[in-house]
């Protein structure tokens, strides 16, 4: 129990495969999981990985094994969140082992016995290990011993748990160590050519100083520029890889919200007040409360800049109140709460604590030793022979360390208040402790409250008002996209639409938990209309699909508009170009240009080529100022926003930009294309996710 607890408490949160650092994503949702699915039948497989099919047998083995991981290293269930990225992680372990260890396996890199052995035991300590805190001394260095310790408890550990969490770490120091060797293998292979570094050095010592004029675009539609299919068809063809796409679909929907009604409203009202004569003289509130109240009683004592977290009324109350005062029920949204000063005390923030464990019947032990030390038994030398807590990573036996309100082992709460050295005997599910608080931080005034809180909820016959409405659009829509916009506008109601569902999405536009949503989404065609869609018991959808976009590379007549647009900007600066061009001809003084276009001249100092895009400035205008020649009026220079006319008016070289710099630029770029190798595996690998099937 010991050694585990001591992985929870270092470990903190649940360790993701290290691999899946450097993967993509995926969001999905557990708890839509089909009840019955067939295992032999690649409708029900979640994924594709080199034509491999992954089926929902196996990928949910694995999910059960992180799951495992995660109790292990947590104490405790998952949540929805958690949850998420529990799966996640079992996908990115799939990918790991399917298709990224692989390349770097026949790339050439591998693991000997010997270098193993030297990861865990010799020199060469794995960073797997050396970065897990339970391993660590009281100055955060790694501590073979402390690793040797928890070795050996595996063997003592008749659960299994210690043992698979032990596979966990050799596998990730496995993966780890074969990703650092492949990448300082890719790394060596890059390097900087001398001109490479001629080039780069005279790009970044070489600044500019410009005066220039610049003629907008502006954001209105010129009629004259026409742009022909055969040109569309062109750019489109020469372009394709930019228009990759992700399968979605697009939908349209009408979405009932159910609220309180002014009876509901009403009816919580009279509630809280039935109640309210009781809660002011309640002697077990936290009893009272948990009969009477939407919020359990919380034991937790707030300092009085803490109280506005609780509700401003609240808080605005407190601010004069006494022990024993009591705020009458007020509204607060769709809540009704009442609030009671239960006591105020001078407490510190955090204590620091000692304790001697016992467990099983210990009862008389336990009184003993509390007689001893009350008469100045030496607690530390009591705990090194008597407490079952034997955690090696303290300064001395019987440290639990610093604890806070928030921050404390269940059952020990009364040392917050305790006076330093006295010793108190406690319970928790651990054992009976013998506590004694060593150090505290100074005492402030806080005041604990308890909150009578109704919330407002729609009742039975609110929810079938907002059904019958969502059913009466849904029954006349019969299933088809032109019933239902013909029964939305015959009921002038309000339609939504979203673009690109994406089949993994949890939700679409401001719904977050819309997953049952997006299930029929990716289950039904193009023109069919949903049967009424319950959301988080709150909301009724009724949706309809109104387009598909299959997933690679989107249709001509998809991007059509997005290239025509393109195609008639690019047409328009080539057109105030030539007109201005003409305006100009003969002029050589940049202000007697600026004037013949009805525009001012702009300076701009430090023009650096070596810095497209940080300096704010249009790209294409700052190459073209790097070509050209000094004192000399340029142009027309067709940008991203503009056409420019510009003079170059001094030119500075320095010499602080370096070889070194430029080798560190060149390793900057090499560890940005490092992170991208992962995604172009995958595409390499054809990797089809389809979990959004099952989760």
Do not use: C
């Not at 948990?290 to 800049?305: I, T």
């Amino acid at each position: 129990m010991a050694v585990l607890e001591k992985i929870r408490v270092k470990m903190g949160a649940f360790i993701t495969v290290i691999i899946a650092v450097a993967l993509l994503s995926f969001i999905i949702d557990p708890s839509t999981l089909e009840s019955t699915v067939s295992m032999f039948s690649s409708k029900y497989d979640v994924g594709e990985i080199n034509g491999e099919s992954i089926t929902y047998q196996d990928y949910q083995k694995k999910v059960d094994y992180f799951t495992q991981i995660y109790q292990i290293t947590n104490g405790g269930a998952s949540n929805d969140q958690t949850q998420d990225m529990i799966n996640n992680t079992a996908w990115q372990d799939e990918i790991a082992n399917r298709v990224i260890i692989p390349a770097i396996e026949n790339a050439g890199v591998t693991l000997g016995d010997e270098e193993l052995f030297d990861m865990s035991q010799g020199a060469n300590i794995s960073p797997v290990l050396a970065g897990e805190a339970a391993f660590q001394d009281e100055n955060g260095a790694f501590d073979k011993a402390r690793l040797a310790q928890f070795v050996q408890a595996i063997h003592q550990d008749q659960s299994g748990q210690l043992q698979m969490y032990w596979k966990y770490l050799e596998d990730n120091m496995v993966k780890d160590q074969l990703l650092t060797k492949y990448f300082s293998m890719l790394e060596k292979s890059t390097f900087v050519t001398p001109v490479e570094l001629n080039r780069a050095v005279a790009e970044n010592n070489t600044t500019y100083n410009v005066d220039f004029v610049v003629k907008p675009f502006g954001f209105g539609i010129d009629s004259t520029i026409t742009v022909s299919n055969q040109e569309i068809k062109a750019y489109y063809d020469n372009h394709t890889k930019n228009f990759e796409q992700q399968e979605s679909k697009d939908i349209e929907y009408v979405v009932y919200e159910v609220v309180p009604s002014v009876q509901d409203i009403e009816l919580t009202q009279s509630n809280i007040n039935k109640v309210y004569d009781e809660f002011v003289s309640a002697e077990n509130m936290k009893n009272f409360l948990a009969r009477n109240s939407d919020q359990p009683f919380n034991p937790y004592f707030y300092k009085q800049e803490e109280l506005a977290s609780i509700n401003a009324t609240v808080a605005e109350f407190a601010e004069k109140a006494k022990a024993g005062d009591v705020l009458p029920p007020f509204q607060d949204d769709n809540m009704f709460i009442a609030a009671r000063v239960m006591d105020v005390k001078n407490l510190p923030d955090s204590v620091f604590v000692k304790h001697i464990l016992l467990q099983g019947d210990n009862e008389k032990k336990a009184d003993s030793l509390l007689q001893v030390l009350s008469k100045k038994g030496d607690f530390v030398q009591i705990a090194k022979e008597f407490s079952a807590d034997q955690n090696p990573n303290v300064a001395e036996a019987g440290d639990l360390g610093w604890m806070t309100q928030t921050y404390i082992v269940p059952g020990l709460e009364p040392v917050i208040g305790a006076k330093v050295g006295e010793i108190l005997k406690l319970k928790t599910a651990y054992g009976t402790h013998l506590v004694k608080v060593t150090k505290t931080t100074k005492p402030v005034s806080k005041m604990q409250i308890a909150l009578l809180v109704k919330e407002t909820v729609a009742g039975k016959q609110t929810y079938a008002d907002y059904y019958a409405k969502a059913n009466d659009l849904a029954t006349k829509s019969e299933g088809k996209l032109d019933k239902f916009r013909a029964a939305v506008k015959e009921g002038n109601l309000t339609y939504y639409p979203a673009i690109r569902v994406a089949p993994a999405a949890k939700g679409f536009a401001s719904y977050e938990k819309a997953r049952e949503v997006v299930r029929w989404v990716n289950e039904n065609e193009v023109g069919a209309v949903s049967p009424i869609l319950s959301v988080d018991n709150k909301y009724f959808f009724v949706v309809a699909v109104t387009g598909e976009h299959e997933g690679g590379i989107a249709p001509l007549k998809d991007v059509t508009p997005q290239i025509k647009q393109l195609l008639s900007f690019e047409k328009k600066g080539q057109k105030i170009a030539e007109e201005t061009k003409a305006l100009v001809a003969g002029l050589s003084d940049i202000n007697a240009i600026a004037e013949k276009l009805g525009t001012t001249v702009s300076n701009k100092s430090g023009i650096a080529f070596s810095a497209l895009t940080t300096q704010q400035l249009d790209p294409k205008f700052v190459g073209a100022v790097a070509s050209a020649s000094e004192g000399v009026v340029s142009g027309p220079v067709v940008g991203e926003i503009g056409v420019y006319y510009f003079v170059v008016t001094g030119k500075e070289v320095g010499a602080f930009y370096t070889e070194d710099d430029a080798r560190l630029r060149k390793t900057q770029e090499f560890n940005y294309m490092s992170r991208m190798l992962p995604a172009i595996m995958m595409e390499a690998a054809d990797v089809v996710d389809q979990r959004y099937k099952f989760f």
